[in-house]
């Protein structure tokens, strides 16, 4: 009798959809990546004074070298020896670049109160940084 | 007559049998620089950041990030704590230490707009103290 010898399937497996499952996978991580920054306003602030400088020389900064913009607990901003008052983003920029003219070292010093939202302060240290002035500095009351 | 021989025109095909190897390495690449963002307990969401114009981009890893909450409670490596008084050197302390490992650090506040601005003084006033002078307040970008 003749046996018939069974033939061997040979055993293989598909490899051709493998780049199709790489490129979605790669999708997937581009799309869900967040490549790690912060985005934010930066500032460098002054140093403290050493304890033992306690007679500090003190310089008068006359208004065409420094600019007060005072920031009331309700949002008002006080400019030098002005009344405060209600000032929206455009004005307080002509009002900015217009200091900026007058001297392009200008000194702007923020003064907000205590009881200030902190929005109103990053609301004008923004409008300062958006006129490309360089010397900003933060104080409060 | 002189016979003109005709010309063979090769076959154009672009090899891509290398395709999958490039698709792996891409995914590999991604797959090792994607970090997937934990969510703290204590958190101040996006939408109630300040809006600004002028914001830059700060690389995390010279960061730290304190937290200030509308109720004045600040958080640095998740450890919440208030400022009652200017004796209360808890954050200057922190930050002194993480000042002596890495000197160009950054010090990023996340703080809630509405938060009132005395709890950011106090806390700036602690950065001043512990010599930490280059400070971020994080920021939307205004549309």
């Known amino acids: 009798m003749k046996v018939g010898r069974k033939r061997k399937g040979k055993a293989e497996i598909p490899t051709s959809s493998m780049s199709d499952i790489a490129f979605l996978l790669i999708i997937f991580f581009m799309a869900t990546t967040k490549f790690d920054v912060k985005e934010g306003i930066k500032l460098v602030l002054p140093a403290a004074a050493p304890e033992s400088a306690q007679q500090a020389e003190t310089i008068q900064l006359g208004d065409d070298k420094m600019t007060r913009l ?23 920029d002509s009002i900015i670049q217009q200091k900026l003219r007058v001297n392009d070292q200008m000194i702007f010093k923020v003064i907000t109160d205590r009881e200030a939202q902190y929005n109103e302060m990053i609301r004008v240290v923004d409008r300062l940084k958006a006129q490309k002035a360089e010397k900003i500095s933060l104080s409060t009351n | 007559m002189a016979k003109i021989k005709q010309t063979k025109k090769r076959e154009a095909f672009i090899p891509t049998g290398s395709m999958s190897d490039i698709a792996f390495l891409l995914l590999l690449f991604f797959m090792v620089s994607t970090v997937f963002v934990q969510e703290k307990k204590f958190w101040v969401e996006r939408d109630r950041w300040p809006v600004a114009q002028s914001i830059e981009r700060i690389p995390r890893n010279n960061t730290t990030t304190i937290y ?36 160009e650090i950054v010090v990023c506040f996340r703080t809630d707009r509405e938060t009132k601005y005395g709890a950011m003084s106090d806390v700036m006033r602690q950065l001043q103290n512990a010599e930490t002078l280059v400070v971020a307040f994080e920021a939307q970008k205004r549309q």
């Open chain 2, 68 to 103: 200030v909450m509308k109720n004045e409670t600040i958080l640095l490596d998740d450890v919440p704590t208030k400022i009652e008084s200017e004796e209360d050197v808890m954050i200057a302390n922190a930050l002194r230490s993480k000042k002596s490992e890495n000197p």
């Open chain 1, 70 to 92: 005072q920031i009331t607990a309700d949002g008002s901003i006080a400019i030098n020896k002005d009344g405060a008052r209600k000032i929206d983003n455009a004005e307080l």
